[in-house]
């Protein structure tokens, strides 16, 4: 489990770093977070598999994304439209509104 959260934050290192373009090649990249090269590479296919558009570009010397995107992992609350409640809650709001008539 230990080394699923160590890849995921990893991970998160390598998006953020893409983010700024400022990975570096990838004996630099792997330097800024501790890992062989080979390790590098898999953590970067493990994000490609995720559907992560990741290249290379080699006039700014860093990884970058072909188009924008959102990684996020963990557990999130999420907003639910009024309707939503209402579907949830069993209709006990139009109970409500019966009894207080």
């Given at each position: 489990m230990a080394k699923?959260?160590?890849?995921?934050?990893?991970?998160?290192?390598?998006?953020?770093l893409i983010r700024?373009?400022?990975?570096?090649?990838?004996?630099?990249?792997?330097e800024k977070l501790s890992v062989s090269e080979?390790?590098?590479f898999r953590l970067i296919?493990?994000?490609?598999?995720l559907d992560a558009p990741i290249k290379?570009?080699?006039f700014l010397q860093s990884y970058?994304?072909?188009?924008?995107?959102?990684f996020q992992f963990g557990f999130y609350g999420?907003?639910?439209?009024?309707?939503?409640?209402k579907e949830i809650n069993g209709g006990y709001s139009n109970l409500m509104f019966l009894i207080n008539y």
């Open positions: 699923l959260v160590e890849q995921i934050n990893q991970i998160e290192q390598i998006d953020q700024l373009r400022a990975t570096g090649n990838p004996s630099k990249l792997a080979a390790s590098l296919e493990i994000m490609k598999k290379f570009d080699i970058v994304y072909e188009y924008d995107v959102k999420r907003e639910i439209s009024q309707a939503k409640a």
